[in-house]
């Protein structure tokens, strides 16, 4: 029988995993997303701690896709990469550059890429719909054609690299889009193999089975958006707290990337910089991956989402110094990484998954949601605990399951004997 070992993490705990070996900080009460006690007030235990359960299965893991979280940066100045790195006191894996379909393949900034040892990412628009004078012998090119140029002047330069295919804001409904999308996958693996395509959700909402989404197949990364705007009163939004549906639905399949992030400091809806509150959460977002979103494999800031006329937020990273400190001391754990993990022919290896269970410590023991245990196929005990309106199930009463448990240096293992891994 074969033994799949669930990772119970204590996430406000310093703690290391196995392919994850920077400390494990900060978590919510019910979701993994806000800050969690320090490990001397867990001696304490004034209140139920929450856990999040992960657990290692066999997944073939996308192209390009790392132990680790790629660090990303969206700039506004295509040419200050040095300049950027030097602010933020880290080398970045991947760079962005928006571009339409039809506009000359941007080698000076990809000749900057490589200068920096950085992977590019290209983000294609449509293109922009223009009145073409016809001329007798003119014929305008098609959409294959175009995309072939592009993707066979990409594959000369033999670079590794990313592609976001027509973002959200494409305007076209989803039969086009995906028939397009797959088209476009399947000529940049004729032209340019060194190229992993990533579909940027239209929203948080969507599962793979919206019908946008053009299939496994033809899909090697999921990317989404994450903006923290201002209300009248704080963040109108939990970034996090709105991210986790779309993390559990598909971090099973697909390694994650958030492109961009944006966390705002001033907001023309009280004319004011809040930005000891924009750098804790800077703080908070990033400290969350790893741990609490152990498949989001890339986090792109997008500095070039300053204040514009039409916005009533400043994204910025890099205009305010405490606003750059404040990422700067975010981005220093190991698990961010600098370079591409070259492997584009990947193999199935085991892989950390969150469970979309939990539990929770309290008073000396671990408490688990019986349902874990019911997809492992385990009959739950009698010993259980109400905690906060749920019934858990007392962990230690799982011994005769052939279970050992074990506290160190904030992971709790427990090893269980059963017919497969929680979804």
């Known amino acids: 029988m074969k033994i799949f070992f669930l990772f119970l993490i204590i996430l406000a705990f310093t703690g290391c995993l196995t ?11 019910t979701r993994g997303h806000a800050p969690g006690p320090a490990q001397e007030e867990l001696a304490k235990d004034p209140q139920p701690i929450p856990l999040a359960i992960l657990y290692k299965s066999d997944s073939t893991p996308g192209m390009f896709e ?17 300049e950027f790195e030097l602010a933020t006191g880290r080398r970045h894996a991947v760079y962005v ?73 494409h305007g076209l409904g989803a039969p086009e889009f995906t028939l397009l999308f797959n088209q476009a996958r399947a000529i940049f693996m004729a032209e340019a193999p060194l190229a992993a395509f990533i579909w940027v959700a239209p929203s948080l909402n969507v599962t793979p089975r919206n019908p946008f989404f053009p299939g496994h197949s033809s899909v090697d990364w999921v990317g989404v958006s994450l903006f923290a705007t201002r209300a009248a009163e704080g963040l109108a939004t939990d970034v996090l707290a709105d991210f986790e549906n779309f993390y559990m639905n598909f971090a099973p399949s697909l390694p994650i990337a958030i492109l961009p992030l944006g966390i705002s400091h001033f907001s023309r809806i009280d ?8 750098s804790a959460e800077i703080k908070r977002v990033y400290n969350a991956l790893g741990a609490a979103f ?55 290896a085991q892989r950390w998954t969150r469970s979309g269970f939990g539990g929770y410590y309290y008073q000396g023991s ?4 019986p349902a874990a245990l019911q997809k492992l196929g385990i009959s739950p ?22 279970t050992t448990i074990c506290l160190t240096s904030g992971i709790i293992l427990l090893g269980l004997l059963g017919g497969g891994p929680i979804p």
């Open 294 to 348: 152990p498949r989001v494999r890339m986090i792109v800031y997008g500095d070039n989402y300053i204040l514009l006329p039409h916005s009533n937020n400043d994204f910025s990273l890099t205009l305010d110094p405490d606003i750059t400190a404040a990422y700067r001391e975010a981005i220093q754990a190991d698990r961010f990484l600098t370079q591409l993990a070259r492997t584009s022919n990947p193999s199935p």
């Open 366 to 369: 671990i408490y688990l949601d």
């Open 381 to 402: 005990p009698r010993q259980t605990r109400e905690i906060n309106g749920s019934t858990y199930i007392d962990a230690s009463a799982l011994n005769n399951h052939e």
């Open 271 to 278: 004319h004011a910089y809040h930005i000891d509150c924009a």
């Open 66 to 82: 790392p132990d680790g979280v790629y660090l990303g940066a969206w700039l506004r100045d295509y040419t200050g990469l040095r």
């Open 97 to 169: 550059y928006e571009m339409q379909l039809g506009d000359d393949v941007p080698i000076h900034w990809l000749l900057e890429c490589i200068s920096n040892m950085a992977t590019p990412l290209i983000v294609l628009h449509p293109p922009e719909p223009v009145q073409l004078i016809y001329y007798e012998d003119y014929i305008p090119p098609t959409f294959e054609q175009q995309v072939e140029a592009l993707a066979h002047r990409l594959g000369v330069i033999n670079l590794p690299m990313f592609v976001a295919f027509y973002p959200p804001g």
């Open 19 to 29: 392919d994850d070996p920077a400390p494990i900080v900060g978590t919510a009460p």
